[in-house]
């Protein structure tokens, strides 16, 4: 049972709707069936107490975080 995120392209109304096997797929506001699907984004959760700032930040080259970039580290 999919989430989706549509937006009505009769009054511009956006929502998420749990889509089943038996949805009747319409704006909750207009009863529009013009609805464009939404590219929906994800939530990653974090253990508590955890912040952003503990993270060590990533290089150019993705691995060591070396500011010159890949193969500057010697690694």
């Known amino acids: 049972m ?11 109304h956006q929502f998420e709707l749990l ?3 038996s949805t009747t797929i319409e704006c909750p506001s207009c ?3 013009e609805l464009e ?6 939530a990653v959760s ?5 912040s952003r700032a503990a993270m060590p930040a990533m290089g ?3 691995s060591c975080g070396h ?3 890949p193969g500057a580290c010697g690694s």
């Open 37 to 42: 699907k939404q590219l929906s984004v994800f």
């Open 31 to 33: 009863h529009s069936a």
């Open 46 to 50: 974090a253990p508590a107490g955890a």
């Open 60 to 62: 150019p080259c993705g």
């Open 2 to 12: 999919p989430l989706y995120e549509y937006e009505c392209q009769t009054c511009h």
């Open 19 to 21: 889509v089943r096997e």
């Open 67 to 69: 500011p010159d970039g």
